[in-house]
Structure formats: structure tokens, C-alpha cells
């Protein structure tokens, strides 16, 4: 099972389960887990390679990497738990976690969260993502993920989460990260599904002005899914939106969250 870390709120039934993007881990939400624990039950998740769950497991996984695969990583700890639903909060790669779990166990799911969310990967996200499959043999994958880092987030007020997701990306093994980026085969038709399907759950999308790479998609798809999706855009900000700007982040959240409750 992937590793996981529980903060426990005793006046409170609800829960909050948050998914990290590809080469994080649960340490980036370092920024939220006070906040939240003061209204809900808190669940963070290392999945599978990442974080904590990189030595226990690093032998457990020899079959491809699919979204669903990963989904059900997810899946096994909350019925580990006995956690009959919860709120999901991703950011990055983690919103497309979650949008899969959802697909599969609706029931599971009371409201997505999806910050810095891929809804669609744009004409230079397609020319990187071809660059790193050339490359993902020849160069450590940290020289092509220091590259991503910085192509998606150039500015100079970036820099903070840009040197956090690089100083978890040190932890990964190259061939962790080669699986990983292999998913980006399945990636395209899985996010024209998302992107089609609006889903009856309660979505939030959280992004930065300043993610020029997946907001204008987000939008779209937003203005498409009126039934349940809203969108809240954070001025100055880039896309690991939890880390940039974590009060705004907090307080948009957390009043969403209450108003599902």
C-alpha cells in the first residue's frame, strides 16, 4: 500500500484527501495541512514512487503505470481506513488522479478540488512532452525535469515552487520517472474524455493567472460543465497554486469545502 499520514480532527466527520502532482509528494501541502485540520479530517498521500512511498514499493509495481492503476492506489487506503467518502484536493498531475477515481467510484468522491488542473496539453506542452520521450534514456531525468520545471513555470515569483518540486524530484529513481512519464502516452485521450464528461460531483478548479499552459483549456471546459464546475483564478500566480499563493489557496478552499458540507 502507498504511504499515507493522518491529522485527525474529533469534531468533525468530514475528510479532505490530498494528491500531489508527478515528482512531489505529500510535503507540498505543508502549506495547508493547519488550516484544513481545523475544519476536517486531513489524509496526505505519497503516491506510488514519491515521497515515502518511494522505498517500500519500489520493487512492488513491475506493470505499466495507467491513470487507473493509480486511482486504485488512492482507493486501497481510503477503504483501508473505512473512509466512505471524501473531499479530493490535486494540483498538477493529481487533478487528473482524481477526475479518474471519480470516474470509477463516484460515490467516493464529495467534491474535487483540482489546483494547477491539466485539462488539456497545449501545442508546448506536446513539443515538451516529445522532447522528454527522445530524451528520457539518454539524460538524468533531473536535467529534463529542472527543463519542465522551468517551462512551466519561467517567472521569477515561480521560483519558489519550482525549487520544490526539483528537490522532490531528487528522491525519484530515473527509472521511477521513466514509468512515469510513459502515462503521458495514455494522456491525451484520457483528458478529451475528461474534458467531454461532466461528472456529478461538485468540481472547483483553482488556478494561477500566470499558468499560461493549462488555464485557457480550464476555462473552456468550465464555461462547458455548467452544472458543477466553478473556477477561481489567483492574481500573480503561476501553477502550483497551493504553494505560491497558500492563504488565498486556503481560505477559497476551505469556504468551497464548508459549502458542500
Known amino acids: 500500500m502507498i504511504s499515507y499520514t493522518i491529522y485527525k480532527n474529533e469534531s468533525s466527520t468530514e475528510w479532505v484527501t490530498f494528491v500531489h502532482g ?5 510535503s507540498i501541502w505543508f502549506k495547508q495541512i493547519r488550516d484544513f485540520q ?3 479530517n486531513v489524509l496526505l498521500l505519497d503516491l506510488r514512487g514519491h515521497g515515502n512511498s518511494n522505498e517500500s514499493i519500489k520493487t ?10 493509480i486511482a486504485t492506489d488512492v482507493v486501497e487506503v481510503i477503504e483501508h481506513l473505512k473512509i466512505e467518502s471524501s473531499h479530493f484536493v490535486g ?3 493529481g487533478s487528473i488522479v482524481i477526475r479518474q477515481l471519480a470516474e470509477m467510484h463516484p460515490e467516493r468522491v464529495k467534491s474535487m478540488i483540482l489546483g494547477g488542473a491539466i485539462l488539456k496539453m497545449n501545442f508546448r506542452s506536446q513539443i515538451l512532452m516529445k522532447l522528454g520521450n527522445m530524451f528520457k534514456y539518454i539524460l538524468p531525468y533531473l536535467v529534463l525535469y529542472k527543463f519542465f520545471a522551468f517551462v512551466i513555470m519561467p517567472k521569477k515569483n515561480h521560483k519558489q ?3 520544490l518540486f526539483i528537490n522532490e524530484a531528487k528522491k525519484l529513481y530515473q527509472k521511477e520517472f521513466i514509468k512515469w512519464f510513459k ?3 495514455e494522456i491525451n485521450p484520457v483528458l478529451r474524455w475528461f474534458r467531454q464528461k461532466e ?14 499552459m493549462f488555464l485557457p483549456s480550464v476555462k473552456q471546459v468550465v464555461a462547458n460543465h455548467v452544472k458543477t464546475a466553478e ?31
Not at 508527478?22 to 505529500?26: D, K, L, P, R, Y
Not at 512492488?60 to 492503476?69: D, G, N
Request: net charge positive; hydrophobic share 40%; aromatic share 12%.
Open 161 to 163: 515552487s519550482r525549487l
Open 231 to 261: 473556477l477561481f483564478i489567483i492574481q500573480n500566480c503561476g501553477h502550483v497554486v497551493n504553494v505560491e499563493q497558500p492563504v488565498i489557496f486556503n481560505e477559497t478552499v476551505i469556504g468551497y469545502l464548508k459549502q458542500q458540507v
Open 22 to 26: 508527478a515528482g512531489g509528494s505529500s
Open 60 to 69: 512492488a509495481f513491475k506493470q505499466k503505470y495507467t491513470f487507473k492503476s
Open 183 to 185: 502515462l503521458t502516452a
Open 91 to 93: 494540483i498538477s498531475l
Open 38 to 40: 481545523k475544519h476536517f
Open 199 to 212: 461528472l456529478n460531483i461538485p468540481t472547483l478548479y483553482v488556478m494561477g493567472e500566470e499558468d499560461y
